[in-house]
């Protein structure tokens, strides 16, 4: 309560009742003054805190005159000797914490009833532009909502618009790439996808997948595809566009004998440096070290025709065995030179070539490892091995002498040919399959392994639901050059070592005996080049020990076991693919040494896709054949970047299995470094295992491989220089 007088006076009763002992006067106590800036009492101090409804009502009565004071409720109402009585003196503290109190912001003040007149104005106006701010914010959000309901709407139209014109707006896909990078709105959008309808616009911000598509379309369909789908919805990159991206090489076939000239010619313009308006045209990678590289030559079909050559004015396609028969294939200003070569050919002294040999340069490494043709050569294959022979000593010399050549990128560590025992390993699956699929079939300790034992035995394999047809097509393949199948029966060979042989006789154990040593050389063989798991050392290891083996069954068996000039080869090819370790860390210990390159499989795929360009006419003669080259050598490049675009050849799709042939080097993941791989531990380790091998079935060489090698020129593979 707000008092202005002395509320009571003291009576007899309550100060005969008094815990003091001091005298009684009748001077009333008026409680103490009010520590307050006077300036602001009336606006501070809070005044509601008096009210008989506020649930902190403090322990005083305040009392207003000319100077505030408080006056404690449970005040005696006399005065002794002191200003005021000890009730009253004891409200300091409380007064304290009220000032305190009322000194704060509203923010920290948690009760009403506390707030002074000053702060419920502060409050007030804080609520006052709260409540602004948030009837502002909600003008916004319907203002927002409105314009998203709008953009919805334009959005819609466009979903409208592209729905009922899906296939009349030329390249949607680069028309909305455009929107989102440029942030266009809806209806611009929506503007630029009519004007695209009318022909009146059309987005060429090209990405290089369009690119390459472009260029592969080019390549298969020519010019007259390209010009298809640039005209159409998908409007692809036109010929023009294109051009920077293609290999437009000018290569030279050797029409008039095996000359440097053409050889050195061919190899600047595939490795040299080239000139292009787009630094993703290149499909030349530099590198700072060189990489080994392989030599292949193979021969392809050719129609038999004469081409005309306007850069040299020679008539091309006369085989080069008996070229020297014309005295000259230029055309010049008469007739004479047809004339004679007319008669040549019709008295037999020159033949028109049905085939072409080819020579080309492949890269040994994860990347750009398609082959690249340096020579081309009309052929009417009566030539002699001298003639072959000189044909690669003028290439590799070509390739050593020019500054795109070895100088730049590195030497040739590879050489291999049609007929050469360095061809890929599937030609000697093939040779095997056939020799344990014929009548006669191979020996191995004095068991012949033919087809009908090979029957019999494969029928055993559990998880394999043999039916007569089915057997007898993987025995007999109507293709034989089917390699799918052919490792599929190889597989099913090493497949039968699993088999239980507790219950065998006598006879069936020899015959089991002798299959699984002949199983376990095919597994050496095989699994370097099918299985990506193996690493460097592994490979390498597999393949020594297949070759021990195949030396001590060759040894103990004789030419029973196979023919002279198989066994020669296998074992060349092995030989191959161990040494390539060592070259390649003479050049780069860090280069990956990848085996599947080995051979001329890489010519093969130039020889297919060439043959494919040319759709219902797969032969060409020598002058069409360099421009398919160019293509293909472009087709090599994307389908690389692309690999998903490639159909694989029936003859090689092994997806179907749990082994895929012709694989390519990025599907081995392992550790491939030459410098990762010891030969000479990984050689004492297969000899080891080959030995282990030999004396689990009995058939122990008599001389250890060890002693067997020691003789001077005698080994497997000779001397190795490490």
Aim: proline share 5%; with cysteine; hydrophobic share 35%.
């Amino acid at each position: 309560h707000v008092n202005t007088t002395p509320a009571y006076l003291p009576t007899s009763s309550s100060s005969q009742h008094s815990e003091f002992a001091e005298p009684f006067t009748h001077i009333p106590c008026t409680g103490i003054p009010l520590e307050w800036d006077p300036q602001t009492f009336w606006e501070t101090y809070p005044f509601q805190m008096h009210s008989p409804s506020s649930k902190r009502r403090p322990k005083y009565d305040l009392i207003l005159s000319e100077s505030p004071r408080a006056r404690a409720k449970d005040c005696r109402g006399f005065v002794g000797s002191a200003a005021c009585c000890p009730r009253c003196s004891e409200l300091s503290l409380d007064i304290s914490i009220i000032k305190e109190r009322a000194s704060r912001s509203f923010e920290h003040v948690h009760d009403h009833d506390d707030l002074s007149v000053t702060q419920l104005r502060a409050k007030v106006k804080s609520v006052k532009e709260t409540l602004n701010e948030l009837k502002l914010k909600s003008l916004d959000l319907a203002e927002s909502a409105d314009r998203a309901h709008k953009r919805l709407d334009e959005y819609a139209n466009v979903m409208q618009f592209l729905g009922d014109n899906a296939y009349r707006i030329p390249a949607i896909h680069r028309l909305l790439c455009n929107a989102s990078a440029n942030g266009w709105s809806p209806t611009r959008t929506l503007e630029h996808c009519k004007l695209a309808a009318e022909g009146k616009y059309t987005a060429r911000n090209y990405s290089q997948y369009e690119v390459d598509l472009a260029v592969l379309l080019s390549e298969l369909g020519g010019g007259g595809a390209v010009y298809a789908l640039n005209h159409s919805i998908f409007t692809l990159p036109s010929r023009n566009t294109i051009r920077p991206y293609r290999r437009e090489a000018n290569l030279m076939p050797s029409i008039n004998g095996v000359g440097a000239a053409e050889i050195s010619r061919n190899i600047s313009a595939l490795f040299g440096p080239r000139e292009s308006h787009s630094d993703q045209a290149s499909h030349v990678e530099e590198e700072d070290d060189p990489y080994g590289f392989s030599l292949s030559f193979d021969e392809v079909a050719a129609e038999r025709r004469i081409d005309y050559f306007p850069e040299t004015d020679e008539m091309g396609g006369f085989c080069l065995e008996h070229r020297a028969a014309l005295d000259s294939i230029k055309v010049g200003t008469n007739t004479q030179t047809v004339e004679a070569a007319v008669t040549a050919v019709r008295e037999g002294k020159v033949h028109i070539s049905h085939e072409i040999s080819v020579g080309a340069i492949s890269r040994l490494s994860e990347t750009g490892y398609g082959a690249k043709p340096v020579f081309m050569g009309p052929s009417c294959k009566i030539g002699t091995w001298r003639d072959c022979l000189r044909t690669m000593e003028i290439v590799l010399e070509c390739w050593k002498r020019s500054t795109h050549g070895e100088r730049l990128h590195g030497p040739i560590l590879s050489v291999s040919s049609d007929g050469c025992p360095k061809r890929r390993y599937a030609m000697f699956m093939m040779c095997l399959r056939t020799l344990v699929c014929s009548p006669e079939g191979l020996v191995v300790k004095n068991v012949c392994i033919n087809r009908d034992l090979l029957t019999s035995w494969l029928e055993r394999l559990p998880n394999h639901d043999w039916s007569e047809t089915s057997l007898y097509a993987l025995l007999n393949p109507a293709d034989a050059q089917h390699v799918a199948r052919t490792i599929k029966l190889m597989l099913c060979i090493v497949e039968i070592k699993t088999l239980d042989s507790d219950d065998f006789d006598p006879s069936e154990a020899a015959e089991f005996e002798a299959l699984c040593l002949l199983a376990d050389f095919i597994d050496a063989w095989l699994q370097p080049f099918i299985n990506v798991e193996l690493n460097l050392s592994q490979q390498i290891e597999s393949l020594i020990t297949a070759s021990h083996l195949l030396c001590a069954l060759y040894l103990q068996n004789g030419p029973s076991f196979m023919p002279n000039q198989l066994y020669a080869d296998i074992q060349a090819s092995i030989k191959n693919a161990v040494l390539l370790v060592p070259k390649t860390r003479i050049i780069n210990g860090k280069r990956k040494v990848f085996i599947c390159l080995l051979g001329d499989d890489v010519l093969e795929a130039l020889f297919g896709r060439s043959r494919m360009i040319g759709g219902h006419s797969p032969n060409s003669s020598v002058g069409e054949l360099r421009d398919r080259f160019v293509s293909a050598m472009n087709l090599d490049y994307i389908y690389e970047q692309h690999p998903e675009w490639e159909r694989q050849p029936q003859r090689l799709n092994m997806f179907r299995m749990r082994h895929v042939d012709h694989l390519r080097p990025a599907h081995f993941k392992r550790e491939l470094r030459a410098q990762s791989c010891d030969l000479k531990s990984c050689w004492t380790a297969a000899v080891r295992k080959a030995e282990a091998i030999l004396a689990q079935y009995r058939a122990s060489m008599a001389v250890p491989f060890a002693v067997l090698f020691q003789r001077k020129d005698t080994g497997v593979y000779g001397e190795i220089v490490y």
